[in-house]
C-alpha cells in the first residue's frame, strides 16, 4: 500500500467517473496519505466526456495532472482511445467490456476486462458499474484495504442517502470477486 499511485478514471458524464475517482482519492485521505482529485469533463457534462486524475502519494503531490498513469480506469470507447496509450509500462487498465470492445494489443501492461455495466445490470444495480470498475482496480492493484474504500463511500455517499452505502459496497464487492 506504501507505493505512488497516478490514477485516470474515464468515461461518459453521468456514469460515476467523477465518484470513483472522489472514493479513491478519499482512500488516501483515510490512508493519511498526499492526495490530488482533479476532474475533467466537457461542458455538456452527462453523456459527455469526463475523466479525473488521482494521486496518492508518500511526499507532496507536485502536480495534480496524470500524464501517464500507473492504472487506468475506462468505461468508453473514446476514453480507452484516448488513454490506453499512455499507461505506463507495467501499469494496469481496468476496462469495462460490456461498453468497450475493442483491445489495444499492448504486452506490457496488465489490461483487467469486466463487463460491469452487465454485471450491474444483472445484479439491480444498474447505476453502480463505476464502482464495480473500483472494485476491479482494488484487486488489479491493492492501492489500499477494503476498510478505506468502505469508510471512503461512508464519507463520500450523501448522508440524505445511507442505503447507498451498503449497494455501493455491493458493486465494489462484484467488482472484486469477478471472475473471468
Same mark, same amino acid.
Given at each position: 500500500?506504501?507505493?505512488? !499511485?497516478? *490514477?485516470? *478514471? ?16 478519499? %482512500? ?8 490530488? !482529485? ?33 492504472a487506468?480506469?475506462?468505461m ?7 488513454? @490506453?496509450?499512455?499507461?505506463v ?17 499492448r504486452t506490457? @501492461? %496488465? ?5 460491469? %455495466? +452487465? ?7 444498474? +447505476?453502480?458499474?463505476?464502482?464495480i ?8 492493484t ?6 478505506s474504500?468502505r469508510?471512503?463511500v ?27
Open positions: 500500500m506504501s507505493k505512488n !499511485w497516478n *490514477f485516470v *478514471f474515464a468515461g461518459f458524464g453521468g456514469q460515476g467517473i467523477l465518484f470513483s475517482g472522489k472514493v479513491t482519492a478519499y %482512500t488516501g485521505l483515510i490512508d493519511s496519505r498526499e492526495v490530488s !482529485w482533479l476532474p475533467s469533463y466537457g461542458p455538456e457534462m452527462r453523456g459527455g466526456t469526463a475523466n479525473c486524475s488521482v494521486c496518492l502519494a508518500e511526499e507532496p503531490i507536485g502536480s495534480p495532472l496524470v500524464i501517464n498513469p500507473d487506468l480506469v475506462v468508453n470507447n473514446p476514453s480507452y482511445d484516448k488513454f @490506453i496509450s499512455t499507461v509500462p507495467g501499469g494496469v487498465a481496468v476496462v469495462d467490456s460490456a461498453l468497450v470492445a475493442h483491445e489495444s494489443g506490457d @501492461i %496488465t489490461e483487467v476486462r469486466i463487463p460491469a %455495466t +452487465k454485471l450491474a445490470q444483472d445484479n439491480g444495480i444498474g +447505476k453502480l458499474a463505476n464502482l470498475m473500483l472494485g476491479a482496480l482494488y484487486k488489479a491493492n492501492f489500499t484495504s477494503l476498510d474504500i469508510k471512503a461512508e464519507k463520500c455517499v450523501p448522508p440524505t442517502k445511507p442505503q447507498l452505502v451498503e449497494l455501493n459496497m455491493k458493486a465494489i464487492e462484484i467488482g472484486v470477486n469477478y471472475q473471468a
